[in-house]
């Protein structure tokens, strides 16, 4: 509208009228043989109107871009290693399992097993992708420190994490339970944030945000209806397609209900918990962001924010799998 205004104004003398409607600009008003519009005489007044339209700011999509990528906290692109490329903790990828001799306890090994994990270059959504080919035994899983690379905060925070994921739940999925993503320092009932396929047939995707137990207090059941799941029944996700997923919140950890945690698939949300007093109350340097748990597929362009994104952010993401292509190369 901008360079019409501008053309308008160098086309016409300054006596001469513009004709504005509720299509934006017409054309001048020179007689009976135009469109009866109406019309504002280009004075003084308009002048400044205009200088003020070009004065505001306007929020372009780069400067939405670089709005997203400042708020990185945390990004594998996995195009070339299974590691982080950027983040402000450490980026390296250790594996955690079971200890069979002492129950209840774990055994972290630097690095993964190059059996069951691997890069495919140029097999993601953008560059290359994890590729998960079997389930580890023990209950072993991936995982990245969270400390430093989570804005997690005692006293409230809010966050997003997105991914992209490639699988078949029906067919792919040998264990009863597969979390993409699991952000936890204890398990996933006790302080987690998580998006899960459960056992069910055919396979739900379900979002998990449940809060940090005390001494001697027993978790909600998922069965409950006031457990703090989201579901997404039947997603129906085939291994040749790509899918964007997203998970954001807000205010965990306030100590009040007003928690928000929300779903978010190829753009769209899809389920949203509210008015919740949901809280994680973790260790941060025993937490760890656990990626592709029980997975058989491939998982891509995985990246962690400071803040709560927004719908239209979310949307950027979706239609730009490369967004964030680079962080940690500067």
Known sequence: MINRVRAAISDHPPDTTLAFGSEGIGVPSLGEDHPALLVIAMTQHFLIVVALVLAIPATTGIRAEESIRDSVTFYASFDEQLQGDFGG?????????????????????????????????????????????????????????????????????????????????????KSRYCDPIQITQKRAADGALWIDFPDTKPRDLRLGAFTSLGPGEQPVEESDPAAPLIHVRKIGFQEDEWHHIVMTWRNVDSGKPDSTVALWIDGRRVGELTKRNIAMKWDIGQTGIYVAVGLIGRLDELAVFDRELTGSEIGLLHRKAALLSGLGMR
């Open 89 to 173: 903790g450490p980026l390296a990828v250790s594996t955690r399992s079971d200890d069979p001799d002492r129950k209840g306890q774990y055994v972290v090994t630097p690095g993964f097993p190059r059996s069951a994990f691997r890069i495919v270059p140029n097999g993601g959504k953008h560059g290359g992708a994890l590729e998960a080919a079997k389930v580890l035994p023990n209950r072993g899983r991936l995982f990245f420190p969270a400390k430093g690379n989570i804005a997690f905060a005692p006293t409230g925070w809010s966050s997003s994490v997105s991914f992209w994921l490639s699988t078949n739940p029906d067919t792919m999925l």
